[in-house]
């Protein structure tokens, strides 16, 4: 059996606390999902956009190379949701709340602007 070692630090997405210099949370962003597969660990992949928090304690970010946008929570970096895009979604996605608990959720991706509506449960183009 072959096997091949990486020296590989992945994509990652960070907290900082700007005060004190500290991170506060630090977890793997983007997946290769053949190594998932095989049971191991989130590695991160290349990323190429930034997050957008909410007022709400979410942050957004579709930038990993596994073409994914997901929902974190802010305080622990909890990935709380994923979706697989038609494309990678290299920008940053853009919330907007249209009622307690809904947000229309916008990403850029090719040039076209896709649009849909996100609560915990379920999301739904608009």
Do not use: C
């Not at 210099?21 to 290349?46: A, S, Y």
């Not at 190429?48 to 994914?68: N, R």
């Not at 946008?69 to 940053?92: C, M, N, Q, V």
């Amino acid at each position: 059996m072959d096997i091949l070692l990486l020296s590989h630090h992945g994509g990652t997405l960070n907290a900082i606390d700007l005060n004190k210099g500290e991170i506060l949370w630090q977890v793997p962003l983007g997946e290769f999902i053949e190594l998932t597969k095989k049971g191991i660990p989130k590695t991160g992949t290349e990323n190429y956009g930034g997050p957008v928090t909410t007022a709400g304690g979410l942050i957004f970010i579709a930038a990993s190379k596994d073409e994914h946008i997901r929902a974190f929570d802010k305080d622990s970096g909890e990935e709380l949701w994923k979706h697989k895009l038609p494309a990678g979604g290299y920008a940053t996605p853009r919330p907007e709340a249209l009622q307690e608990g809904i947000i229309l959720l916008q990403q850029k991706i090719k040039g076209e602007d896709i649009k849909a509506k996100w609560n915990e449960e379920q999301i739904e183009p608009v």
